[in-house]
């Protein structure tokens, strides 16, 4: 039985509501009055629910269909301006005990080289990124609770933010680990971590079963109900997502979005992101084994839609996708993006020989930091180095409720334009530099507080001097 308040993971993603929401979207995809009202409903932009939001995904009306996508390019313009936020993930480890069929790092994978980063080798990998102008990362780490226990993480937390290099620091470390205990997550609340990031994969769980047939993550319920229990710890920025092409998309399009329901509800505080990954091809892994793949056109529209349903959560795409597919999504809703990623152990110190790899997935997008950075300057972004909210304490709902009452423009776009004039400053290329330079000049004009506006800009020209870390 349904029920979004429902602390076990069956009953807040429940299998007959999901199964009774794709018909009743089967039935309506061309209700041009349900569908209108809908939008209707939508354009208040407060969000709309999850059958809802399946009925505008599968809408079939070419006009409604435009409105839709408008509709998701206004919400983002609305809360999140133009401004990308950028990261890098970090891999630490890729030992895992676990056997999901879709990721190279399984057990039985016997060809892929393991490795595990000492805290040296963080250390050099941190500074790496660093001078590539990083700020902001996601930890990644198979489930080995021997090579990879808890301690492991929070030491390389500790590691990592201590290091100053240059004029480098990581300010905001998120987590991408498997689901834990309360007591874990507490730790890991107490090293400071910024968002806490589990996949779901799935949230259909005969072939969650199917596609994770060994090891700890097998558990459909205890990975599911993991975010309650980081809640519970007190950590209030989570991140979730799904790996779009293991299942059919309109079910955990559905499932993700009662996820979010779920957790605003029951937890008090929605995702702080979604992320909208693609099965891609890795050691050991054939995407096309998987028969669920979407193309760009259904991509595209998922994100949109995600966009309508949950305008509070942020939305991430990786370097899984290409720069071409990238483009096209940015101004439907997605608002962090990674740039100049390596996906092996290891890999932004030293490149990897190709005997040698230990990569979760193939990257699309090749491109070095410093590209990503001009191409977004080119069609009129703003890249974003920003870690404020998270060092402000403006977590959770204090950052919704900013969100909410649009003070954003006032408090994120000037701390865009900050930490971009400090990458700009450290780590550009020329023709970067000349873009970036040309953009802060034009944006600062466009925040509405004089005052604020005024500080923005006597803070940029102390960046100019050498000074750093300014913040609202
Ligand atoms: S997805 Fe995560 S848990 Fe599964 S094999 Fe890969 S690293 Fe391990």
């Known amino acids: 039985m349904y029920n979004v308040m429902s602390p076990r993971a069956e009953e807040f993603i429940s299998d007959e509501e999901i199964k009774e929401c794709l018909a009743f979207a089967s039935e309506n995809k061309n209700n041009r009055k349900l569908i209108e009202q809908i939008i209707e409903k939508a354009s208040k932009m407060e969000g ?253 529209k998922i994100v949109a839609c995600l966009r309508i349903a949950v305008p509070y959560t942020g939305m991430i795409v990786s370097t899984r996708e290409s720069q071409e597919s990238r483009e096209r999504v940015l101004h439907l809703g997605v608002s962090q993006i990674s740039g100049g990623s390596r996906t092996s152990v290891g890999g932004y110190a030293q490149e990897e020989a190709p005997e040698d790899n230990s990569a979760q997935f193939d990257i699309s997008d090749n491109r070095t930091l410093d590209e990503v950075v001009h191409w977004l300057m080119e069609l009129s972004y703003v890249p974003s180095f920003c870690t404020a909210c998270y060092r402000e304490g403006r977590t959770g709902d204090r950052f919704m409720s900013l969100l909410k009452s649009r003070q954003i423009i006032n408090c994120c776009h000037p701390n865009a334009l900050m930490t971009l004039k400090e990458y700009l400053e450290d780590y550009a290329s020329e023709g970067t530099k000349a873009i970036g330079e040309k953009l802060i000049a034009q944006e600062l004009k466009k925040i509405p507080n004089q005052k604020v506006q005024k500080r923005a800009a006597e803070y940029i020209s102390n960046i100019h001097l050498g000074k750093r870390d300014f913040r609202f």
Not at 112 to 140: P, Y
Not at 275 to 287: E, F, L, N, Q, T
């Open 48 to 300: 709309v629910t999850h059958k809802e939001a399946i009925v505008l995904l599968d809408c079939e009306i070419e006009d409604l269909n435009q409105r839709i996508y408008k509709l998701a390019e206004d919400i983002k313009q609305e809360f999140y301006g133009n401004r990308i936020v950028m990261f890098a993930p970090l891999y630490l480890s890729n030992y895992c005990i676990n056997g999901c069929k879709y990721c190279p790092y399984h057990l039985k994978n016997k060809h892929i080289a393991r490795k595990k980063l000492s805290q040296e080798e963080i250390r050099k990998e941190v500074i790496a990124l660093q001078d590539m102008g990083h700020k902001r990362l996601a930890l990644e780490a198979g489930e080995d609770p021997v090579n990879n226990p808890i301690e492991y993480i929070l030491e390389s937390i500790q590691t990592i933010y201590g290091i100053k290099h240059k004029n480098g620091a990581i300010r905001r470390v998120n987590v991408n680990i498997a689901a834990t205990t309360v007591e874990d997550y507490r730790r890991l609340k107490d090293a400071g971590i910024g968002t806490y990031i589990l996949f779901q994969e799935t949230y259909h769980k005969k072939s969650y079963e199917e596609l994770h047939p060994t090891g700890p993550k097998s558990n459909y319920a205890y990975h599911t109900e993991a975010m309650d229990r980081a809640r519970e710890a007190g950590i209030d920025d989570m991140g979730i997502g799904v790996l779009f092409g293991l299942n059919n998309y309109r079910y955990d399009f559905t499932g993700i979005i009662m996820h979010a329901e779920h957790m605003e509800r029951f937890g008090g505080v929605g995702p702080h992101t979604i992320s909208v990954p693609r099965v891609r091809k890795a050691d050991d892994i054939d995407p096309d084994v998987f028969d669920n793949g979407i193309s760009d056109d259904t991509f595209a």
